[in-house]
């Protein structure tokens, strides 16, 4: 899997190179910038683009910006956010173009390279990927305005958010893997998803809770 790199960090940036190539991926590039950024994608096409929200010049939320172009501009190419902290408001801006290909995971997750790799894989294959943090902070909303949904069916729809299958979360839950599909079709009725081939469930389920 290909990927273009967009950290202003050199430190930073010089051990993600690192650290994707030892763990199997092509680094096609390594910027510092938005516009390297933009730049490395229309030249590239990479599969999987890691992008930091604070880029120059203001290192406010030029990556963010960015981010959100390519989105729209290079729908093949996914994207995965890298930020220092939770900012609900930049979540909810990525998931306006949609959960497929997409991502905000917080820094430290890039300690765990098993987790960190899967979750890039997981974006490049046109899944999700979440922090659990991220997630937390959503539904804490979104519940203050929805309740319909209970607990349990809130910590399986966090989970799928990740990018977890149904499997995974039965894991992670310890229940059994027939009570995470389960729980998974009261999300569906609950949300009023009718099956269809031209719909991914699961993404759509995302989409519309945390987007209320």
């Known amino acids: 899997m290909r990927v273009v790199i967009a950290e202003d960090s050199t430190l930073l940036r010089e051990g993600l190179t690192r650290l994707l190539a030892e763990a199997g991926f092509e680094v096609e590039a390594a910027v510092e910038d938005a516009d390297g950024l933009l730049d490395a994608v229309e030249q590239t096409a990479p599969d999987v683009a890691l992008v930091d929200i604070r880029l120059p010049p203001t290192h406010t939320d030029e990556g963010l910006r960015a981010a959100i172009e390519l989105r729209t501009d290079?729908?093949?190419t996914g994207v995965l956010v890298l930020s220092q902290y939770v900012r609900v408001s930049y979540v909810a801006?990525?998931?306006?173009?949609g959960a497929d290909g997409v991502g905000y995971l917080?820094?430290?997750r890039?300690?765990?390279?098993?987790?960190?790799?899967a979750a890039i894989r997981r974006v490049g294959a046109g899944g999700s990927a979440f922090d659990p943090t991220v997630i937390s902070q959503l539904l804490v909303r979104q519940r203050q305005n929805d309740d319909q949904l209970t607990e349990r069916e809130r910590a399986v729809l966090a989970l799928m958010a990740e990018g977890r299958t149904n499997q995974a979360i039965a894991q992670r839950l310890t229940i059994a893997e027939r009570t995470v599909e389960k729980h998974c079709?009261?999300?569906f009725t609950k949300l009023d998803l009718s099956a269809s081939p031209h719909d991914h469930r699961r993404v759509l389920a995302v989409l519309r809770y945390l987007n209320g």
Do not use: C, Q, Y
Request: negative net charge; proline residues 5%.
């Open 74 to 76: 290079h729908p093949n």
């Open 93 to 97: 801006e990525l998931l306006d173009t």
């Open 106 to 108: 917080l820094k430290d």
């Open 110 to 117: 890039v300690s765990d390279l098993v987790e960190f790799a």
């Open 185 to 187: 079709t009261n999300i």
